[in-house]
């Protein structure tokens, strides 16, 4: 079907691009130009991402889920660049606009002015967030993967600090190490199958030899291994909440969601390239299961043991990303599409909700500079009194900043504990109502002891985060008087109520989302959907003209009809016998023609309808010839 307009698809890798390197060509004095320019590209991508949304809801076989193809350059599809749309890609983009607004707003306040060129690796990362959700290959993957990991790189230093710079150089060396191991995997898959698009390796994989299918899982490791230090998988999670930490409030806001790069990766090769039906099947499945449950407690334990909120954000990310990692890997070991399902709702709760996290903890701990989880540790252990700050308090006080930061903060606590009535209630017995029901939404025979393990775990990761962040707001909060609470600005609080806004809306549509949630996982349930659409995307080449094009078809009429005055001497001559041999001398060919004219208009000899009838086929010819090349789409783009 056609996408309309038909170049929407590229959209979210153009506009950041564009407003990226434009930002470029501003002085630095100019930052409220490039905020401007900032935001419109933002809101742009955030309205593109929610029209792509709709657009790939469709219905049929395909389980309401509609592929959109971009073949850049009219390449053909396992060759060329191969931009790929379904409901999966299009929950990631929206996820990430929805992130990046607020973000943005909150940098408003002050934070880009810390910094050079913030606006430009900030478009540059979404970027490559939005070119890694679409790309259909995984050479491209690699390189939307260094595009937004080298703006990190740059929004992670953004600003001063001497533990900004240390983690920093951590964050970077073991990315470059993680993208090594992805360079290395990609160029062993090439090798043995001959291509890196992933709609043809699901198509090759099953009829891999019996010898390069162990390189095959080595490859496969390798690249999980990159992944899923992107990820943050224990035991290669130790960077990542000290970096997170150590980030600006905008910049943790939005490194939310880079996490769930790695799990994006890992839930479409789990899907596409080791589902049922061959030798591969379920390869990796055990790790991702003991992987994921292992990140949830070790996660858990970084919350209850954070002295710092920044910490026990970075920390909270690991117990969303150890979950989603579970839930792929048992689906993979015969869960049900309905646990996906309410994994994803999960994942989009949890993201919004550390993304708001990760704004509110800069005005908490403007003014303590963390005092107040520490005192929440150790106030009576030691006997820590609280400091005292003449300080001038900075910025413009909004009214109610005590009851607005205070309902903020119990907002959070519901959303990532799992309490009711939030949207992180309902994601988690979404999950567990699925894992725990073989008879109705699960494939299994019987509640397996993974599934007694996953559900035990995740019950306790939603009590340890209830523990510590109620310990937090009672030391900030009830403890605290009114004089050490900051002033805040209005840029700053309104992208904390707009990401709990977005919970909020959650939680009261959250039967249309489950539906939305639902199709998606089953529809990643049925590659077959996913490989039929890339491998039959057709060029602009390919396309079927239209009644308006037929004249363009006259030009290639002779080359085709010229053929027709060496058979006609032939066919004439075929109707008798001697006829071939008087053939060659050109003056007896000339008048044996027109008796060949006559017989078939009055002879019904046998031989005149066969010989006969490539005649009046020439002159119609050229006009089957245009349209008998292959059906194709509108502008190299489907949908």
Known sequence: MKLSPEHLMIAPILIPLFA???????????????????????????????????????????????????????????????????????LMLVMVALLATPALIYAAAGWHRQGQHFHSLFQFLLMGLNGAFLTGDLFNLFVFFEVLLAASYGLLLHGTGQARVRTGLHYIAINLAASLLFLIGVSLIYGVTGTLNMAELALKLPYVSDADRPLVHAAAALLGIAFLVKSGMWPLSF???????????????????????????????????FGEGHLSSGFGAEVLMAGGIATILFGLT?????????????????????TMLTVIGLSMNGASPGLVAGGLFYMVSSTVATSALFLLMEPLERESGGIAALLALTADAYGVEEPEDDAPEVGLAIPGTLMLLGGCFVALVLLLAGLPPLSGFVGKVAMLTAAMNPEGLNRLSAVTPEVWVFTAVLMLSGLATLVAMVR??????????????????????????????????????????????????RALDQ?????????????????????????????????????????????????????????PPAGEAAPAAPPAATPPDATPAPDAPEEAAPVPQDPPAPLPAAPGAAPGTAGGASL
């Open 527 to 583: 590659p077959q959907v996913y490989v039929g659409g890339v491998i039959r995307a057709e060029r602009v080449g390919d396309e079927i003209p239209g009644p308006d094009a037929q004249p363009l078809a006259r030009p290639e009429a002779p080359p085709e009809a010229a053929p027709a005055p060496e058979t006609a001497p032939e066919v004439a001559p075929g109707a008798a016998t001697p006829a071939p041999e008087a053939a």
């Open 20 to 90: 990226g390197a434009l930002m470029l060509l501003y002085e630095d004095r100019q930052r409220r130009a490039r905020m401007v320019i900032s935001l419109i590209s933002t809101v742009a991508l955030l309205a593109v991402s929610v029209q792509l949304l709709i657009l790939s809801k469709g219905t049929g076989p395909s389980d309401a889920n509609r592929i959109g193809l971009y073949l850049l350059g009219d390449w053909p599809s396992p060759f060329g660049i191969v931009l790929v749309l379904d409901r999966l890609s299009a």
């Open 302 to 322: 970084g919350v209850l043991a954070s002295q710092r909120l920044g910490r026990m954000a970075g920390n909270l990310v690991l117990v969303s990303s150890g």
């Open 239 to 273: 960077w990542l909440p000290g970096s997170y930490m150590a980030a600006s409030a905008p910049v943790g806001a939005i490194f939310a969601v880079m996490t769930k790069v790695g799990v994006y990766v890992v839930l479409r090769l789990s899907s596409l390239l």
């Open 472 to 521: 937090v707001g009672i030391q900030t909060f009830w403890v605290g008087t009114e004089d050490s609470l900051p002033k805040v600005m209005a840029l700053e609080i309104a992208p904390v109520l707009l990401l709990i806004a977005m919970a909020a809306a959650l939680t009261v549509r959250a039967e249309p989302v489950m539906r939305y949630m639902g199709a998606t996982a």
